[in-house]
């Protein structure tokens, strides 16, 4: 086996972890991003809404 090859085999499995930890961080920012948009929610007549401009939760959150 030359050394290409097994430097390879050694780094793949490494490589593969990598990718499975972005994406599990990628997936934690999104869940706390969401939880930092609910948390500033404010209700009006039965209706959850963000900010100061009248977007309702449901639609920030299609948004994240």
């Known amino acids: 086996m030359d050394l290409q090859k097994k430097i390879e085999e050694l780094l793949n499995p490494i490589f593969k972890q990598i990718k499975q930890l972005q994406a599990e961080n990628e997936l934690q920012y999104k869940k706390g991003y969401e939880d930092g948009v ?8 039965g209706v959850q809404y963000v900010g100061s401009c009248g977007k309702t939760l449901e639609q920030a959150l299609k948004d994240v």
């Not at 609910?38 to 007549?45: I, L, S, T, V």
């Open 38 to 45: 609910r948390a500033y929610a404010w209700w009006k007549d």
